[in-house]
Each structure stands twice: as structure tokens, then as C-alpha cells.
């Protein structure tokens, strides 16, 4: 059986330049659009996060405001169906990278107030990438490539092709003013050869064994990605 993990964040917030908080988490769709294509692909599906915390969903993700009605209310009853797999996330540090074919990531902002940082993030990504294994992250998911580094300190997706939340979305989303970092950016100054689509567009791309997803939209398209290069 192909056995895929997703790390999900255990932050609920995103301290920002000023210190003020801004609450946040994981991303409703991108976490229900990979789990749900991936158990329905027939593989076993784990999820973990930075000491095993329960991950909070960004209550935006769950507003019809913010999202529509119709998806808000398929988030809800999938998170509801799989509470109890929600509830109990395995502890990131103890994960045996080996046992896993795929390392996948959602974003939400929680990523870049814990994982982009997380060790225990960075030690899965180097050896599931020198193992060649799948690598895959949507919207601000890429941030967790940032705790990568080898023994020397380099960042193994250096020169790699990939994509995030783009500087221009954020911007859309209000959320770039008063952010300590944004993650385009700081994706290109470590050395990623970054690629973008029109705001708010399906946009994925692959560069061997890493796959990664422009934002929301992208997750479903990612997840058709994954599962094609699993089989």
C-alpha cells in the first residue's frame, strides 16, 4: 500500500512585524482536497504535527464570506467526519520518514509561524528528498522547505523549481502589510527558481520529486499530481 504522510501545523496564529497576532492555522480546503483524494485513491494517510498538537483550522477557511457557501459547507462535514484522525496527529520528531512514500504539506498561515522553522519539519524533508521520495506543499506549505538544511548548511531546494502563495496574492488577501516575511520572496532569496500563475489560478509545478501548488485553488490539481506520479 502506497502510505502518504501530511504534516499539519500546529500553529494557531501568525505573529506578526509589530508582535500583534493574527489568528490563523490550516487551510480547510487544502488539507480536505489532499486527504480526500488521497484516501479515495486507496492509500493509508497519516497526519502529524510539531509535537503532535491538534491542528486548528483557520476560521476563514470555514466562512462562507470567505469561501462560499457550498465549500465551507463540504469542509465542515469532511473535518467532522475525520475528527477523531484530526484529534490524534502522530508527533512529528518521532516520524520514521522511511515508512512513507509522499511528505505532504498544506498551508494556511500556520506554516510560516511554526513549520518553516520546526527541525523535526527539516529532518523529514532531507530524508524523504535525499530518498528521493515525493516532496508536495500548497500556498504557504512551501514554507516548510525553508527548515530544510543539510550538514553544511546548505538548502537542498536550491536551484529547484516550485511555487507558493505568490507576494501579489498575499497583497490581495491583505495580509502582506505588516508581515514579517513573505514567503515568495524569501523562496527566491534562498535560491528556489520561483513560478507563478495568474492570481487565484490553478497553478502547479513540478520539478522531479518536488510538487508544489500556487494557493487554494492549486490543491486539488496537486493532489491529481501526487497520485499520479505515486502509481
Excluded at 57 to 77: F, H, I, N, W, Y
Excluded at 130 to 142: E, F, N, Q, Y
Excluded at 199 to 219: A, E, I, Y
Aim: aromatic share 6%; with cysteine; proline share 5%.
Amino acid at each position: 500500500m502506497t502510505n502518504v504522510l501530511i504534516v499539519l501545523s500546529a500553529a494557531d496564529k501568525w505573529t506578526r512585524a509589530d508582535g500583534s497576532i493574527y489568528e490563523s492555522g490550516v487551510w480547510a480546503q487544502e488539507f480536505v482536497d489532499l486527504d480526500e483524494a488521497f484516501v479515495r485513491a486507496g492509500f493509508r494517510v497519516d497526519l502529524a504535527s510539531p509535537g503532535g498538537v491538534v491542528p486548528t483550522m483557520d476560521k476563514r477557511s470555514l466562512d462562507p464570506a470567505t469561501v462560499g457557501e457550498k465549500v465551507a459547507e463540504r469542509m465542515r462535514a469532511y473535518l467532522t467526519e475525520n475528527a477523531k484522525r484530526l484529534e490524534h496527529p502522530l508527533v512529528l520528531g518521532e516520524i520514521d520518514t522511511g515508512a512513507y512514500d509522499a511528505i505532504v504539506v498544506p498551508g494556511g498561515h500556520g506554516p510560516v509561524e511554526d513549520l518553516y522553522k520546526d527541525p523535526d519539519m527539516g529532518r523529514v524533508l532531507i530524508e524523504a528528498d535525499r530518498d528521493s521520495k515525493l516532496i508536495a506543499a500548497v500556498c504557504h506549505g512551501p514554507a516548510a522547505l525553508l527548515a530544510a538544511r543539510d550538514g553544511n548548511g546548505r538548502w537542498p531546494f536550491a536551484g529547484r523549481k516550485m511555487t507558493s502563495l505568490s507576494d501579489e496574492e498575499e497583497i490581495e488577501f491583505g495580509t502582506a502589510e505588516n508581515a514579517p516575511w513573505l514567503l515568495a520572496d524569501t523562496l527566491r532569496k534562498s535560491g528556489a527558481v520561483f513560478e507563478q500563475g495568474p492570481n487565484w489560478r490553478t497553478h502547479v509545478v513540478k520539478d522531479g520529486n518536488l510538487l508544489t501548488g500556487q494557493n487554494p485553488q492549486s490543491s486539488a490539481s496537486l493532489a491529481e499530481v501526487v497520485i499520479a506520479a505515486l502509481r
